[in-house]
């Protein structure tokens, strides 16, 4: 159905007539903001028709649907959905292994650079070691003796270890 086949000012008046009813009903009931209110969205029809922004509207409606249903119905569509889909995950992976490879390098030129920095069993002597600040003159903490019933696991028993042996109780 086209636009010029539809009779447009019976259409839009009725709307305007129901909506102009349902509002005097809603003033009645629950106020006179809830009735202006509905009657503002009553005359938006006839006020449509007298300006002319029905084909407009039109158009924009008839081109909205189209779009939808083309996107939905078609297989087409999908696969491009699908090839973009594919793409960005592509992207997301070769950043990943780009990284890696960026690490990889830049540890290469320094063992390149300094002969000394070659990785050994130890810690890494290029990177500061974090070591807990000295307590002044603290005597050390007594041992304590384990306990014969077993404690029911929470999962906290290598928290409490880590620190304990750091000093922190």
Do not use: H
């Amino acid at each position: 159905m086209s636009f010029d086949q539809i009779a447009w000012l019976p259409l839009c008046g009725g709307l305007t007539a129901v909506g102009l009813v349902l509002s005097f009903l809603a003033f009645r009931r629950r106020g006179a903001g809830a009735g202006l209110r509905a009657a503002a969205w009553s005359l938006i029809p006839v006020a449509a028709y007298l300006t002319g922004a029905l084909p407009a509207l039109w158009t924009m409606g008839t081109a909205a649907v189209g779009f939808v249903t083309g996107l939905v119905f078609s297989p087409k569509v999908w696969a491009g959905v699908a090839v973009a889909g594919l793409a960005a995950l592509l992207f997301l992976v070769s950043g990943v292994l780009r990284g890696r490879t960026l690490g990889e390098s830049r540890t290469r030129r320094r063992a390149k650079q300094d002969p000394a920095a070659q990785p050994s069993a130890g810690p890494s002597p290029t990177l500061p070691s974090v070591t807990a600040p000295t307590q002044p003159n603290r005597p050390p903490l007594p041992k304590r003796q384990p306990t014969t019933a077993a404690a029911p696991d929470d999962g906290l028993g290598d928290i409490e270890e880590i620190l304990k042996r750091r000093g922190i109780s």
